[in-house]
């Protein structure tokens, strides 16, 4: 018996635009050039055709999931950026151990909670490499809350850069040595900056921290 393999195709599947080109679609062209040139002596085993649409019916379903997810994500991250817009003109306080400064100029109000009574209080902020920038000495003070106010200042006098900054606490007393202690900022929240990675920071004045770090909000300045 003689096979005759000049036959016209029965079916040429569409030309896929190099943009469309995908998982789906090549799945697709595959699966219908391994029909078009099987041997028609020897044709594929229905069960094994079964299973390679049972494959592509879940790429097909892993790829609609995976752009579900993506719209999911996309409007969650509306919803989040419009209700930060609603800090804008908000007193806020924030944990201040991190903060980012914008490169403008800065007065910063900090709080610093202290355990214990101290005999020594410095407020230490340093650049991203660690580096001591800026050292406000509080002195002596009593357990509780002490504010202390920053200019966005360097040791000497000069402003310093935009960029990522640490804010640490050095409380010391010559009879119980270490004193723990927190800081935290409180101000008007004057701007909400979205980053092109998703990221939002919220400003206050001259300084950028992250939402994560609200502790409280209030009405009015």
Request: net charge negative.
């Amino acid at each position: 018996m003689k096979v005759d393999n000049t036959n016209p195709t029965l079916y040429e599947p569409p030309p896929v635009e190099e943009a469309e080109a995908g998982p789906k679609n090549e799945f697709l062209r595959l699966l219908v050039a391994q029909m078009q040139n099987q041997d028609p002596l020897n044709p594929q085993d229905g069960s094994e055709f079964v299973a390679q649409l049972a494959q592509f019916a879940n790429l097909e379903i892993g790829i609609e999931t995976n752009t579900r997810l993506a719209a999911l994500e996309s409007g969650q991250v509306s919803s989040s950026r419009a209700t930060m817009m609603g800090l804008v003109g908000k007193r806020v306080t924030v944990d201040a151990s991190q903060i980012n400064l914008t490169g403008d100029a800065t007065e910063a109000e900090f709080t610093v909670d202290l355990d214990d009574a101290a005999t020594k209080v410095d407020v230490v902020i340093r650049n991203e490499n660690g580096d001591e920038v800026a050292r406000i000495q509080a002195g002596a003070n009593p357990a509780g809350d002490i504010v202390v106010d920053w200019d966005g200042k360097d040791a000497n006098g000069i402003a310093l850069p935009e960029g990522s900054y640490s804010v640490e606490v050095e409380a010391t007393s010559g009879e119980d040595g270490v004193i723990e202690a927190s800081i935290s900022l409180s101000g008007t929240t004057t701007s909400i900056e979205f980053s092109e990675d998703g990221g939002t920071l919220l400003g206050l004045g001259g300084i950028l921290v992250s939402p994560a770090a609200i502790q409280s909000v209030a009405n009015g300045t």
